[in-house]
């Protein structure tokens, strides 16, 4: 049977459609003068000063907190709390403090340093730099003004580590749970999962900052999302701009895109077992590979190669001459191979996380170069925290990894290249290179600039030759916002994560 | 009576039993360490005493049935634990978004149910006729085409380019309640697309199977108006198998908002769940999980004990 129905409720339904272009939503645009919406890519997992729970948390470390040192925009090191330091003797630094109030009124002072170097270096402590506060060999507070600080050993990067956002200094009478800090900017409200809210610090030691009244953070986990929302202009600024997207970016007159080569992507071995122990079928790897191809596939052309030591083209350690080291020239990895006694060929598992695209699409790439020279791999790419697991455990071959080293300076790699190291995800399993190790301690001792310079260029020559890891490619990293924003900066190289610092300047019109 | 609800009432409490120790022992027998993955974030190497010094602080260092023990202890009152991220109590956390995802589908069904049914009745009058052909074509395209690619798509034309609400993200209620609304709407207009195609292909089959039934006739004989025959005799028995269709995707949508829930910033219990199994935050896995099957469990003991009101032969069989 059929029934005719009348079309009143359709033209009604039609009529409620074409109404939905008034109906905008009040407060879909960011517009408080004064007042910064920071789209950040996750919500931080806590806010604790001095560990390490990434670089969502670092940022927002970086509002609230200040060190004895930190990096100026060029990313050099800068005084901060400390006006100065100076090198007593080979094992002494001494740093000179300011005039700067904590958050709650207090001055700082020579005690709130050791007592923020204590809490670091206490036994039930997470924080990450607490392995060197506890190799020191003394803190000595001779005044309210003055810090000594004696080592067992001549650390020429100390300022370094006093620069970093895991060691701010905290108020020593901040109550118990709460860490009262000296930066531009006071934690306000949040709410856990979803926002922050930060306003301007009054007290601030730097006369006429911050310039902004406040930062309103939102955590935005999906990439495509957060420059949607930049885009419709929810917020004024957004990190780690996904690569894909740049070019919409430039393309849209109403915002700027700040990116700088940052991060890197390299591959780490299993050195306890064929066929990664031997530094010839490395080298073969780090041969086969043609680094503009995973430029283009992963990183949508936003990257450089790396066919070096990842340390940076415009640092003073940069050495041009190793800058075709790992040239892609599969005849020599052939060549190597054939040397190694595996002419046949090689099978091996490659490790890498599907949770990450960039992770994902680097292993894919770099199994089809190695193929292509007869080292075939099977991948194995299972959950970030799986990865890292099995990662530390060494139930691996070859594996990809992407960081940021610690600092421009090359004792900043250490930490991927010193295999006496306990065994970690993010170098490779079980593989001692003599000489590397002792050249780090030897560049960490050596206070003369152009002797330590000579060091580090021995030892990536030494890298190069024996690939205890294999550079892939450089990421650019970048940063996005209204044309409105200004006065904030993407730091150089290793330093894109310490860009947090440059909200004290940041203006929004 | 009583004593079948009395039955029924230890039986739910047994599965949700079964749930928290299943949960318990997956959630640590799957490989990743909280401990390790919490000191590495940010690609660094944690030093290998940090982490055990941290696992014993946990109290990850403890044998498994003890640490099964200690939960269930804790579970029995009332006490879900703390976040292994930040101390954070795992009840407080609860209490606080599963209103949220509860918001969210209850929306979603909402809309679906106010598009899909008049145009699941239209396309049954219009049978074999061109707009039943479009509204069935369009239902089987909003089912084919996944979550994300909806929301992705809301977002670029409704936000990006229309402008005319955010680009997702929460503000509570009490804030702000047309912001609050404003945002609500996307992700509930995205999982009201497929759950809106569901209820159009029901409520037309039903509609459809309804019309022939022969009250339908007598009441076309009698003459009673085309309106009134649709509104008295038609819908209101083709309901039936809607709502229990309905009934059973929001159950399922319950803990499958993921996708939405995270395309759009909306900071429910779904989005929150993934988070803490990424991070094996144990406490955080069990008690969002227990929760939701909890939830089920009290859904299906309150389903039974209707059909036993409703049926008397279900008590005593």
């Known amino acids: ?509 | 009576m009583l004593a079948y609800a009395a039955r029924r009432l230890l039986v739910s409490l047994a599965l949700v039993w079964v749930v928290a120790t299943l949960v318990f022992m997956v959630i640590h027998i799957i490989p990743g360490d909280p401990a390790e993955l919490l000191l590495a974030q940010g690609g660094v190497a944690p030093d290998p005493w940090l982490v055990t010094d941290l696992r014993e602080k946990l109290g990850l260092d403890q044998p498994l049935m003890t640490q099964y023990w200690t939960y269930l202890g804790g579970l029995a009152q009332g006490n879900f634990g703390y976040s292994l991220l930040d101390d954070h109590s795992v009840a407080d956390e609860i209490v606080l978004r599963l209103p949220r995802t509860l918001e969210l589908v209850g929306a979603a069904a909402l809309i679906a149910l106010l598009v899909g049914l008049p145009l699941g009745v239209l396309a049954a009058l219009r049978a074999g006729e061109m707009l039943d052909r479009v509204l069935s074509s369009l239902a089987a395209l909003a089912l084919s085409v996944p979550v994300f690619v909806v929301g992705t798509l809301i977002i670029l034309v409704l936000a990006q380019n229309l402008r005319l609400i955010p680009a997702g993200g929460y503000v509570a209620l009490a804030k702000d309640p047309l912001r609050h609304l404003g945002l609500l709407l996307m992700p509930a207009i995205t999982i009201a697309v497929g759950l809106g195609a569901v209820v159009l292909r029901v409520t037309r089959a039903s509609v459809l199977e309804v019309l022939e039934r022969d009250h339908v006739r007598a009441a076309q004989a009698r003459g009673v108006s085309v309106a009134a025959i649709i509104r008295r005799h038609v819908v209101r028995n083709a309901l039936t198998p809607v709502v229990t269709v309905v009934a059973l995707h929001l159950g399922a949508l319950l803990g499958g908002t993921v996708l939405v829930e995270f395309v759009f910033n909306w900071p429910g219990v779904s989005g929150y769940l993934v988070r803490s199994v990424e991070s094996r935050d144990y406490p955080e896995v069990m008690g969002i999980v227990l929760v939701i099957s909890a939830l089920f469990v009290l859904l299906n003991f309150v389903v039974d004990l209707l059909y036993a009101v409703i049926d008397p032969r279900v008590r005593h069989g």
Do not use: C
């Not at chain 1, 879909?28 to 729970?53: D, H, V």
């Not at chain 1, 100065?84 to 709130?112: H, I, M, Y």
């Open chain 1, 1 to 509: 049977m059929t029934i005719s129905a009348t079309r009143r409720a359709l033209l009604g339904g039609a009529a409620a459609a074409a109404t939905l272009p008034f109906l905008r939503i009040p407060g879909a645009r960011a517009a408080t003068p004064g007042l910064l919406t920071f789209g950040l890519s996750s919500y931080p997992p806590s806010i604790q000063p001095w560990a390490n729970t990434g670089t969502a948390a670092a940022t927002v470390k970086l509002m609230i907190y200040r060190g004895l040192v930190s990096y100026a925009p060029d990313g050099s090191l800068r005084p901060e709390l400390a006006e100065s330091w100076t090198l007593e003797n080979p094992t002494t630094w001494v740093f000179k403090l300011r005039d700067a109030t904590f958050q709650n009124g207090d001055k700082v002072t020579s005690a709130d340093v050791k007592w923020s170097l204590d809490q670091i270096a206490a036994e039930r402590s997470t924080a990450y730099f607490r392995a060197q506060i506890q190799g020191l060999d003394r803190i000595e507070t001779p005044d309210d003004k003055t810090v000594r600080i004696v080592t067992k050993e001549p650390v020429v990067t100390l300022p370094i580590w006093m620069a970093s956002y895991h060691m701010p200094i905290i108020s020593r009478n901040s109550p118990r749970g709460q860490f009262i800090g000296a930066g531009p900017f006071i934690l306000k409200a949040q709410e856990r999962g979803v926002s922050l809210d930060l306003e301007a610090f009054s007290g601030y030691y730097k006369p006429g900052l911050p310039k902004l009244k406040g930062i309103r953070i939102n955590a935005y986990g999906d990439e495509n999302l957060r420059v949607a929302a930049l885009h419709s202009g929810d917020v004024d600024l957004i990190e780690y701009v996904p690569w894909q997207s740049m070019d919409g970016i430039i393309a849209n007159p109403g915002l700027k895109l700040d990116a700088v080569d940052g991060a890197f992507m390299f591959l780490v071995f299993n050195g306890t077992r064929p066929p990664f122990n031997d530094h010839r079928v490395r080298k073969a790897v780090a041969h086969a590979i043609k680094r503009e191809d995973l430029v283009k596939a992963a990183f949508f052309g936003r990257g450089s190669p790396l066919t070096q030591l990842p340390i940076p083209p415009g640092s003073t350690f940069y050495n041009a001459e190793y800058k075709d080291g790992w040239n892609y020239d599969p005849d020599l990895s052939k060549r190597l191979l054939a040397e190694a006694g595996f002419a046949n060929g090689v099978t091996a598992s490659m490790l890498s996380t599907a949770q990450y695209g960039m992770h994902k699409d680097t292993a894919e790439v770099v199994q089809q170069h190695l193929a292509a020279v007869g080292i075939n791999v099977e991948l194995n790419m299972p959950d970030w925290a799986t990865r890292v697991a099995i990662g530390n455990r060494g139930q691996y071959d070859i594996a990809v990894m992407g960081t940021a080293a610690d600092s421009n300076d090359p004792e900043g790699l250490a930490s991927l290249l010193d295999g006496t190291l306990s065994p970690s995800y993010v170098r490779s399993y079980g593989l001692k290179v003599d000489r590397i190790t002792e050249l780090l301690g030897k560049g960490r001792a050596e206070f003369d600039e152009t002797k330590r310079r000579a060091i580090y260029r021995e030892m990536e020559g030494v890298a190069i030759e024996q690939a205890p890891l294999v550079g892939l490619t450089w990421r650019s990293q970048g940063y996005a916002m209204r044309s409105a924003v200004t006065g904030f900066k993407n730091m150089p190289g290793a330093l894109t994560f310490y860009s947090g610092l440059t909200f004290e300047t940041t203006e929004v019109a």
